[in-house]
């Protein structure tokens, strides 16, 4: 296609494109690599230290933390939903209240996550596995540490939500 006197390919992508679209394939081309290196390490460190038990709780463990990540998902993607109405209504004051509101309810939300984990751990635990084994003990001090990392976790996707919200407002205001 002729513009202006010069050849232009009609399959060439602007850059600006190309940027766009490597900022939002690549962090999770990244994260995906990542996710799959720290599994093989993560497998290979708990194969050796604790053998076919060690991998059995880690199995368990993935499947608790399936179940507490959900709530962490739910409340971070109602933050990302407010800050776009936050946004919607041209109130910032808001946008930045619902940060603060959210880590309100992070906070609650650990509070009882982590008291029903420690409160209900040996029953959490009995239901995966029997209570005389050596894993049983195992997955005793695991559900301990997935309770302490539900804080974690749920400021994270909290945090995550609001700024690729804020980031979607911030390319819409351009």
């Not at 190309?18 to 081309?29: E, G, K, M, T």
């Not at 499947?63 to 209504?89: Q, S």
Request: net charge neutral; glycine share 10%; charged share 15%.
């Amino acid at each position: 296609m002729y513009l202006s006197g010069t050849f232009q390919s009609t399959t060439a992508i602007p850059s600006r494109l190309l940027l766009r679209w490597s900022s939002v394939f690549f962090p999770s081309a990244v994260h995906s690599v990542a996710g799959m290196v720290r599994s093989v390490i993560l497998n290979t460190l708990v194969v050796g230290v604790g053998g076919s038990v060690g991998m059995s709780v880690l199995a368990i463990h993935s499947t608790i933390m399936d179940f507490v990540d959900i709530i962490a998902v739910g409340i971070a993607g109602a933050v990302g939903v407010l800050t776009g109405i936050a946004y919607g209504e041209k109130n910032g004051e808001d946008m930045e209240g619902i940060s603060i509101l959210s880590q309100r309810y992070i906070l609650t939300m650990f509070a009882i996550i982590f008291s029903l984990m420690l409160l209900f751990r040996k029953p959490i635990a009995g239901i995966f596995l029997n209570d005389h084994s050596e894993g049983y003990r195992l997955l005793l001090f695991v559900i301990i540490c997935i309770a302490v990392g539900v804080f974690f976790n749920a400021i994270i996707y909290s945090k995550v939500s609001y700024l690729q919200a804020d980031e979607k407002i911030r390319e819409d205001q351009n």
